[in-house]
């Protein structure tokens, strides 16, 4: 965004709109742009209620859409609109509905019939909706996407590793409203008191040496039952929701990021833009069938931070078997039963692992082969010979490459160059790799390999 900026004010003279729907969004994109892009400084005006300003002269200006969505004439002439977070576009501002983005989006192009809009987000897709992106919607094209696993790879992002909840809730008998768990029901569900009594003893015990633990409760009541039962127990625990007075939440959230307090239980506040690297854990306390909401509590942990490796997700909410992998996320039709599970557990150490592994990464424990269908609805693409090779043709649209290490091996053992190929029209993080034994023992048939691979 920074860059985008500084571009089309130096270089042509154009003027920016940043639009975001919470305070703390534009808080921290004005921050971000004074930060990246000093020489803009003086440049940058804010227009919002909740943070008191009402800048309309400079060419970049930073508001929320709630402040301005009937102001657009007030606002004067802009060439480029982003939009932080897209993904929180309403479906109706996608199809014709009167939501205050269209709505302001409209009255710009009056003023300006050639304004470019952009839209930036982590999560490029609603519940209800599918992809946010279409000939018909506001956005309809995406110009650059990157992938969680590419950004782990190449040092922008903190890898994460997973737990699931020892004792189990069972999420089969809820409903869905709009696409999403009825809350009432899941918070009765959570709020068990032998449901909450273990996962709390679990989460001491697995971030004992964490520094940071972010817990997404199910509603008010269950949270406050989480966090009197964490102090219960000798660590004390902030509280968060959207009727925390704001001083309070101001106070509570500076002692999170500065370290002094460990533990911080939440309720639908701080997933969407909170700004938190030294998030070392996040606890989900609750199930979603929303695959956006699952990716942006999991996301508070990818930030990186001098304190932390990798970041601990403690899923209690079944939210990892029934989304898959952040990486590798399934967007499809929910209905009861519809697909095989793109994640499973591990019932020796409880780590959730993708649904191709035959052996546990974390402890060995070796899966059971998969029980077969006598006969598939579509003739198969597998060879029919066991060891016989099926190849599938893909347009590479990127190449990755990583040092890879064997888990568990000797130090003296050589690693392996990774390859990833990012195919052209799968899903996003869905990669092809292959292991390159570039290191092994020359004349090695590994390393002959390696060498024709080369060539």
Request: with cysteine.
């Amino acid at each position: 965004m920074a860059t985008i900026c500084r571009d089309a004010v130096q270089q042509w003279d154009g003027r920016i709109l940043i639009l975001a729907h919470v305070k703390e969004l534009l808080e921290q994109a004005a921050d971000k742009l004074h930060t990246m892009a000093p020489d803009l400084w003086n440049r940058i005006g804010v227009y919002s209620a909740g943070l008191k300003s009402r800048d309309t002269d400079q060419p970049i200006i930073v508001a929320g859409i709630q402040s301005v969505y009937r102001r657009a004439c007030n606002l004067g002439r802009f060439d480029l609109i982003l939009i932080i977070e897209a993904h929180m576009l309403p479906p109706g501002d996608s199809g014709g509905g009167e939501g205050m983005y269209r709505q302001f989006l409209e009255e710009a192009r009056v003023v300006n019939p050639h304004v470019r809009i952009v839209g930036l987000t982590a999560t490029p897709y609603r519940m209800t909706t599918g992809t946010i992106c279409g000939p018909e919607n506001l956005l309809n094209h995406v110009c650059y996407e990157v992938g969680v696993r590419e950004l782990i790879v190449q040092g922008y992002l903190c890898p994460l590793k997973s737990k699931a909840g020892k004792r189990k809730a069972d999420f089969q008998n809820l409903h869905l409203r709009g696409g999403e768990f009825v809350p009432g029901e899941v918070e009765a569900l959570m709020d068990d008191d032998g449901l909450v009594s273990s996962a709390c003893y679990e989460i001491i015990e697995y971030t004992q040496d964490r520094r940071s633990v972010l817990i997404f409760a199910a509603g008010v009541k269950h949270a406050q039952h989480v966090q009197s039962v964490l102090t219960g127990l000798g660590h004390e625990c902030g509280f968060v929701c959207g009727d925390t007075l704001p001083f309070d939440r101001a106070e509570t959230l500076e002692r999170f990021k500065s370290g002094e307090l460990k533990y911080l239980v939440n309720v639908n506040v701080l997933t969407t833009g909170f700004d938190a690297p030294n998030i070392d854990a996040v606890v989900l306390l609750r199930p979603t069938n929303s695959p956006g909401l699952y990716y942006q509590m999991v996301g508070r942990g990818f930030r990186l931070h001098p304190s932390k490796d990798n970041c601990l997700v403690l899923d209690f909410g079944g939210n990892i078997l029934r989304h898959g992998p952040v990486d590798a996320l399934q967007i499809k039709d929910r209905t009861p039963g519809g697909g095989d599970a793109p994640a499973k557990e591990c019932p020796k150490c409880q780590a959730v692992v993708h649904a191709a592994y035959s052996v546990c990464p974390e402890c060995g424990f070796e899966f059971p082969p998969p029980q077969r269908q006598r006969h598939e609805r579509e003739a198969a693409t597998a060879g029919v010979l066991s060891g016989e090779v099926t190849e599938t043709e893909y347009e590479v649209q990127g190449v990755y490459y990583s040092a890879h290490t064997k888990r568990g091996a000797p130090e003296d053992h050589p690693r392996t160059l990774r390859v990833d190929y990012r195919p052209r029209g799968v899903a996003l993080g869905d990669y092809r790799s292959e292991w390159v034994c570039v290191e092994h023992p020359s004349g090695s048939f590994a390393r002959q390999k390696a060498e024709a691979w080369w060539r």
